[in-house]
């Protein structure tokens, strides 16, 4: 569904993504983990063109999306984002969080995106707050709402972006389980984080980063139990 | 929806504003008997209502004075019906031929002013002379060297005085735009003599009895001065066919019976207790009446070029913060840059002339010029405004719009601009109350608002400081109303902050 091939990308000086190859399939849970700093949001944020690669070539669907021939807003329908800091537009109510982009993007009608909105808000245990803005949830709940924002596009792909780094236990604990739930579904994510435990229960495929480079992957098991890299060790035994 | 249809009405009304904009351009001139006026049938007649008994706002609000009857008289005799257009002294020399057909301003035929125009027939005979504090020692030209001298700017006061000063470099001229200010100045020390009109001068002299006296001119050399009519150059036909009518009202008693009236009659005005003052300022003749209609003026202008202003502004605000994707900035970017740097650059008042005067040259709409000036000057302030506005939405913003499929415009639409705006609100009512006081300026293009019209009541009063301080009154309570409702607006829109 996704591949990239030879992707890099420099800030400046900075050469934050070396070569980097993978492909992710239908319907995959990948979690990409790694130290500060070592290019995995950057690279997340690459597979939407959020940063623009220096070099280097992505595919959606078949679709070469680092050709500037095609459209990528439209991609980016398909291909969400959810972000660590949560991003719902400040100036809009829950209910119009969701059903912005399907009214807008995909004329929905207003009647229809609404019900499908409080269908997905009822899931999510949160169809009492409609109508409150973003600034009267909690940092759990907000997350939630933008998982379901991105829900309502009924998109292939969405990118996590340390959804969880915002929020306290308690918090983290409920939007892991909204993302476990969606994964269940079939939904292909991928997922930047640092909760172990979810990569270990959720993910069908970890992948390792360090120093810009993709450093081992491998299914959760193996990548937690039989590390094969010395770097991968170093960084299991920090944080284990 | 809603806002879809907010900026449609915006739209509407900058579309029609262009609209009056480009008739102005092509409305063409009439065609009549051997010469042609500006409009059909119309004799457009610029004054300076500043300067009584020649011309000055009468109880009507309408100019009046000698001049101004002397003229509808020769207006008749030559079939036309005669509109006064009220404007800026300095203005009128300039825009004879183009905003007016004629000036008459009890103006003086010099040899500079020959250059720009022609004039017709002397119709009046006029004295310059010299106001001076009563124990003042200045009795002849001889006097004047190392003095402080003052005179009207434009007026032949200026020229004689400018003579002096070549003849007396010690001297030091200082020009005002109203005599009123002169003398409160003389009263005040600051000047020594006035070089003014006979009239005037035997005016100021009798309010203020005691403090002040007037020196005939001759004691100075002044020569008699010429009052006549200023029309385009190497126009014959409207010459002789003014210099036809001129004969023709001194010839029927007319002029004689004006003269009376205005010239001849006695001098009423007395020097008067602040009650009184007030009285003639405000109440005297419904002076209140003209007040308002200028406040009205006032905030017309403001009003409309606030929307103007708003609308051009997000547009300049987004050019400016526009960036390609590579991440650069386009030319427009730049364009919009340097539109902002004229406008912030620029004395706002040059740019009211330069559009009057040159850039809408063929408009005599003044409104519509004045409207836009401020509306393209406000547009520059707003853009600066709207764009901290949306530089202080937080990035995330637009991220999450575009990841979700939304072009950065559609953005910008839906999420960032909302924001922004409402967060720049209070900064944008701000502007606005601005905008109300600096309208003070568009005297300068022959409109009357509030502090013109205080100008004109403090002329036709000899009132100096009365009028003037009633319209300083009026615009700060207004102000005051407004910028308390700034406040109110401001602490709600904290209650309810987002994020």
């Given at each position: 569904?996704?591949?990239?091939?030879?992707?890099?990308?420099?800030?400046?000086?900075?050469?934050?993504?070396?070569?980097?190859?993978?492909?992710?399939?239908?319907?995959?849970?990948?979690?990409?983990?790694?130290?500060?700093?070592?290019?995995?949001?950057?690279?997340?944020?690459?597979?939407?063109?959020?940063?623009?690669?220096?070099?280097?070539?992505?595919?959606?669907?078949?679709?070469?999306?680092?050709?500037?021939?095609?459209?990528?807003?439209?991609?980016?329908?398909?291909?969400?984002?959810?972000?660590?800091?949560?991003?719902?537009?400040?100036?809009?109510?829950?209910?119009?969080?969701?059903?912005?982009?399907?009214?807008?993007?995909?004329?929905?009608?207003?009647?229809?995106?609404?019900?499908?909105?409080?269908?997905?808000?009822?899931?999510?245990?949160?169809?009492?707050?409609?109508?409150?803005?973003?600034?009267?949830?909690?940092?759990?709940?907000?997350?939630?709402?933008?998982?379901?924002?991105?829900?309502?596009?009924?998109?292939?792909?969405?990118?996590?972006?340390?959804?969880?780094?915002?929020?306290?236990?308690?918090?983290?604990?409920?939007?892991?389980?909204?993302?476990?739930?969606?994964?269940?579904?079939?939904?292909?994510?991928?997922?930047?984080?640092?909760?172990?435990?979810?990569?270990?229960?959720?993910?069908?495929?970890?992948?390792?980063?360090?120093?810009?480079?993709?450093?081992?992957?491998?299914?959760?098991?193996?990548?937690?139990?039989?590390?094969?890299?010395?770097?991968?060790?170093?960084?299991?035994?920090?944080?284990? | 929806?809603?806002?879809?249809?907010?900026?449609?009405?915006?739209?509407?009304?900058?579309?029609?504003?262009?609209?009056?904009f480009s008739?102005g351009f092509?409305?063409?001139?009439?065609?009549?008997?051997?010469?042609?006026?500006?409009?059909?049938?119309?004799?457009?007649?610029?004054?300076?209502?500043?300067?009584?008994?020649?011309?000055?706002?009468?109880?009507?609000?309408?100019?009046?004075?000698?001049?101004?009857?002397?003229?509808?008289?020769?207006?008749?005799?030559?079939?036309?019906?005669?509109?006064?257009?009220?404007?800026?002294?300095?203005?009128?020399?300039?825009?004879?031929?183009t905003k007016?057909?004629?000036?008459?301003?009890?103006?003086?035929?010099?040899?500079?002013?020959?250059?720009?125009?022609?004039?017709?027939?002397?119709?009046?005979?006029?004295?310059?002379?010299?106001?001076?504090?009563?124990?003042?020692?200045?009795?002849?030209?001889?006097?004047?060297?190392?003095?402080?001298?003052?005179?009207?700017?434009?007026?032949?006061?200026?020229?004689?005085?400018?003579?002096?000063?070549?003849?007396?470099?010690?001297?030091?001229?200082?020009?005002?735009?109203?005599?009123?200010?002169?003398?409160?100045?003389?009263?005040?020390?600051?000047?020594?003599?006035?070089?003014?009109?006979?009239?005037?001068?035997?005016?100021?002299?009798?309010?203020?009895?005691?403090?002040?006296?007037?020196?005939?001119?001759?004691?100075?050399?002044?020569?008699?001065?010429?009052?006549?009519?200023?029309?385009?150059?190497?126009?014959?036909?409207?010459?002789?066919?003014?210099?036809?009518?001129?004969?023709?009202?001194?010839?029927?008693?007319?002029?004689?019976?004006?003269?009376?009236?205005?010239?001849?009659?006695?001098?009423?005005?007395?020097?008067?207790?602040?009650?009184?003052?007030?009285?003639?300022?405000?109440?005297?003749?419904?002076?209140?009446?003209?007040?308002?209609?200028?406040?009205?003026?006032?905030?017309?202008?403001?009003?409309?070029?606030?929307?103007?202003?708003?609308?051009?502004?997000?547009?300049?605000?987004?050019?400016?913060?526009?960036?390609?994707?590579?991440?650069?900035?386009?030319?427009?970017?730049?364009?919009?840059?340097?539109?902002?740097?004229i406008?912030?650059?620029t004395?706002?008042?040059l740019q009211l002339l330069i559009m009057w005067f040159i850039i809408m040259q063929s408009s005599?709409n003044?409104?519509l010029v004045a409207?836009l000036t401020?509306?393209l000057n406000?547009?520059?302030?707003?853009?600066?405004?709207?764009?901290?506005?949306?530089?202080?939405?937080?990035?995330?913003?637009?991220?999450?719009?575009?990841?979700?499929?939304?072009?950065?415009?559609?953005?910008?639409?839906?999420?960032?601009?909302?924001?922004?705006?409402?967060?720049?609100?209070?900064?944008?009512?701000?502007?606005?109350?601005?905008?109300?006081?600096?309208?003070?300026?568009?005297?300068?293009v022959?409109?009357?608002?509030?502090?013109?019209?205080?100008?004109?009541?403090?002329?036709?009063?000899?009132?100096?400081?009365?009028?003037?301080?009633?319209?300083?009154?009026?615009?700060?309570?207004?102000?005051?109303?407004?910028?308390?409702?700034?406040?109110?607006?401001?602490?709600?829109?904290?209650?309810?902050?987002?994020?």
């Open positions: 569904m996704i591949s990239v091939k030879n992707l890099e990308k420099h800030f400046g000086e900075n050469h934050v993504l070396k070569n980097i190859n993978c492909k992710i399939n239908d319907g995959e849970t990948i979690v990409i983990i790694g130290p500060s700093g070592s290019g995995k949001s950057t690279f997340l944020r690459c597979l939407n063109l959020l940063e623009a690669p220096s070099s280097g070539q992505i595919w959606f669907d078949d679709v070469e999306i680092t050709d500037n021939k095609n459209d990528i807003n439209k991609i980016r329908q398909k291909m969400n984002m959810v972000f660590q800091q949560f991003n719902l537009y400040n100036n809009l109510t829950v209910l119009k969080n969701i059903t912005l982009a399907p009214i807008k993007l995909k004329k929905v009608e207003k009647k229809q995106a609404e019900k499908e909105a409080m269908a997905l808000l009822e899931q999510i245990d949160l169809s009492d707050k409609a109508s409150a803005y973003p600034s009267q949830l909690s940092g759990g709940q907000r997350q939630r709402v933008a998982i379901v924002r991105s829900l309502a596009m009924k998109p292939k792909v969405v990118l996590f972006d340390e959804p969880t780094s915002a929020l306290d236990p308690e918090m983290t604990a409920e939007v892991l389980k909204a993302m476990e739930k969606l994964s269940q579904l079939g939904l292909t994510m991928i997922c930047v984080t640092h909760e172990m435990e979810f990569a270990k229960k959720v993910a069908n495929r970890v992948i390792f980063m360090e120093d810009g480079q993709i450093v081992e992957e491998n299914q959760p098991n193996e990548i937690f139990s039989n590390p094969q890299s010395e770097r991968l060790k170093s960084f299991l035994s920090k944080i284990l | 929806m809603k806002v879809f249809k907010k900026n449609f009405a915006i739209l509407t009304i900058l579309f029609v504003v262009l609209e009056i008739f092509l409305g063409l001139k009439a065609r009549a008997l051997a010469f042609e006026t500006i409009n059909e049938g119309v004799l457009t007649v610029g004054t300076e209502a500043g300067f009584p008994p020649f011309e000055y706002i009468g109880e009507d609000g309408n100019p009046t004075g000698f001049d101004i009857e002397f003229i509808k008289a020769v207006g008749e005799k030559m079939g036309l019906k005669v509109e006064i257009q009220d404007m800026d002294f300095n203005s009128l020399v300039a825009s004879v031929g007016i057909d004629i000036a008459i301003a009890g103006m003086t035929v010099t040899e500079e002013r020959k250059l720009a125009v022609d004039f017709s027939e002397k119709y009046y005979d006029a004295e310059q002379c010299v106001i001076t504090r009563k124990d003042s020692k200045i009795e002849s030209s001889s006097d004047l060297s190392g003095v402080t001298i003052a005179a009207q700017l434009g007026t032949t006061g200026n020229i004689l005085a400018d003579e002096i000063v070549e003849n007396h470099p010690e001297t030091i001229l200082k020009t005002y735009d109203k005599f009123n200010n002169a003398v409160n100045d003389l009263r005040a020390k600051r000047v020594d003599a006035i070089i003014l009109d006979k009239f005037p001068a035997r005016t100021f002299e009798k309010i203020y009895k005691g403090e002040l006296k007037t020196i005939p001119g001759d004691q100075f050399d002044f020569e008699i001065e010429k009052y006549a009519i200023a029309m385009p150059k190497n126009n014959p036909s409207l010459q002789s066919a003014i210099n036809e009518a001129i004969s023709e009202v001194k010839n029927d008693g007319t002029y004689d019976k004006i003269l009376d009236k205005y010239i001849n009659a006695d001098i009423s005005s007395d020097s008067k207790g602040l009650w009184a003052q007030f009285v003639s300022s405000f109440i005297e003749s419904n002076r209140f009446v003209l007040y308002l209609n200028g406040l009205l003026v006032s905030i017309e202008i403001s009003v409309f070029a606030a929307l103007i202003g708003l609308a051009l502004g997000m547009v300049l605000a987004l050019m400016k913060i526009a960036k390609n994707h590579k991440g650069k900035r386009p030319i427009f970017s730049y364009i919009a840059d340097f539109y902002i740097d406008i912030r650059g004395p706002l008042v005599k003044g409104i409207t401020f509306g406000s547009a520059a302030y707003v853009a600066e405004i709207i764009r901290s506005g949306i530089l202080a939405i937080s990035k995330g913003q637009m991220e999450a719009g575009i990841s979700m499929g939304f072009s950065k415009i559609q953005t910008m639409r839906y999420v960032v601009l909302p924001q922004a705006l409402k967060n720049s609100l209070p900064s944008l009512c701000n502007e606005f109350i601005s905008l109300l006081k600096e309208t003070a300026i568009v005297g300068y022959a409109l009357s608002d509030l502090t013109r019209v205080a100008n004109q009541i403090s002329s036709a009063t000899y009132q100096p400081f009365m009028p003037l301080i009633g319209a300083a009154l009026i615009y700060f309570v207004l102000i005051k109303i407004l910028s308390s409702l700034v406040k109110m607006l401001e602490k709600r829109l904290n209650k309810y902050d987002i994020c």
